[in-house]
């Protein structure tokens, strides 16, 4: 056994994720593949390496990839304008026609993450001024290739990324051949989700996988395969610093943050160490992918469970010792976070019994409220509703 599988195993346990896979792949080693716990499902099999996954924003990359390699075929210039591609997807926006594919690449295009009532789709800053995270943006450059190659992207993937790379389990659409081993969704307590299985490529969020295809792409980042080497430094050198909290900021603010964290052509950078990163959520599935150039080394890992990004900032930890400045910006609950360890406490001791040691650690009412909704869904109603009684006179988070 390796000497973090055993870290890893007890993570899925404590952190209620049914199912995980690790690919961890070095250079001149062979793929190290450690998996754990079930597909979920009716099937309710056990997870390996071929367990296709939801791989949600971990899309990115990929999709990067296959952009660069029609740059180096001079179907794209990185810093045309897009609107030279795709005129008219933002209309009403003169700001709209500076953005380029440079810009789109690394989230310095000005649009929303995804569009809504309060943040409808156009530029909310000048393009390449700052760094906001932009699902919007990859989507935007996926109908220029689509419109500027005649094909749609799953095709465009399939012929530049995945035959190459012999990635057979992996797709922008779903397909049926996957139902034998796939990972089934679940709730942040373990509970089955609901899912989705994508009819249409999104190349920013629908990515079908498995974690021995993705090793085989952590190969070809690592040694920049079927890109120029300038493009394939490019797609890992900082195009943009993240100079503020989280992964969004449309509005201008007054001062700056030192994060550690810039963003390339598709991936997100650790500047200290000098690894590169992505995270994806879609909800019922997590995922996290971090790597080193200099040290030749990356991992990957996916679950089928809402709290899978609370696993990861322990598991990284055995497997690139040192500061994740990209885990800090992300933000999530940590699995060792006082509420996640106090819900497991009260599972196991009782809700009484750890109610004291709640009221030490200054829970707030909405985090007393979701160790609360963790007790239900384990079948405890009688104490979740003993906790939510107590939760009201807590203060709520500011």
């Known amino acids: 056994m390796l000497s973090w599988e055993p870290t890893f195993l007890r993570l899925l346990e404590e952190a209620a994720v049914p199912g995980a896979a690790v690919a961890f792949v070095a250079a001149n080693e062979p793929d190290c593949l450690v998996n754990g716990g079930v597909r979920g499902g009716l099937a309710a099999g056990p997870v390996d390496a071929f367990t296709v996954f939801d791989a949600a924003s971990l899309s990115k990359p990929v999709f990067a990839y296959l952009v660069l390699q029609l740059a180096d075929r001079g179907t794209f210039d990185l810093d045309s304008p897009i609107e030279r591609y795709l005129p008219g997807y ?62 749609r992207l799953e095709a465009l993937a399939a012929r530049h990324v995945f035959q190459p790379l012999a990635m057979e389990r992996s797709s922008f659409v779903w397909q049926s051949r996957f139902d034998d081993n796939r990972a089934w969704p679940h709730d942040a307590f373990g509970l089955p989700a609901l899912g989705n299985k994508p009819a249409e490529a999104n190349a920013a969020w629908s990515l079908q996988t498995c974690a021995a295809d ?75 992918v971090l790597g080193s150039l200099q040290e030749r080394r990356a991992v990957v890992v996916f679950t089928n469970a809402n709290s899978g990004m609370s696993i990861m900032p322990e598991l990284m930890a055995s497997l690139f010792p040192g500061e994740r400045p990209s885990l800090k910006l992300l933000g999530y609950v940590a699995n060792d976070a006082p509420v996640r360890r106090l819900l497991r406490a009260a599972l196991l001791h009782g809700v009484e019994a750890t109610w004291p040691e709640m009221q030490r650690s200054g829970l707030t009412q909405a985090e007393l409220r979701w160790i609360a909704q963790g007790l239900n869904a384990k079948g405890r109603e009688k104490e979740s509703g003993w906790l939510r009684s107590r939760s009201d006179d807590q203060p709520k988070a500011s």
Request: hydrophobic letters at 40%.
């Open 214 to 288: 993705f090793a085989r792409f952590l190969r070809a980042v690592l040694a920049g395969s079927r890109l120029q080497p300038e493009t394939a430094r490019l797609w890992l050198s900082p195009q943009v610093e993240v100079k503020h909290c989280g992964t969004q900021r449309l509005e201008a603010s007054a001062e700056d943050d030192v994060t550690g964290v810039a963003w390339g052509l598709g991936w997100g950078l650790e500047l200290g160490p000098e690894t590169f990163f992505q995270w994806g959520d879609n909800g019922p599935y997590t995922a996290f």
């Open 90 to 151: 933002l209309r009403m926006d003169a700001r709209s026609a500076s953005i380029t594919v440079r810009h789109l690449l690394s989230h310095s295009g000005g649009l929303p993450n995804w569009r809504n009532a309060d943040y409808p789709l156009r530029t909310w800053f000048v393009p390449g001024e700052r760094f906001s995270y932009s699902g919007e943006g990859y989507l935007y450059l996926q109908r220029a290739v689509e419109t500027v190659t005649g094909e």
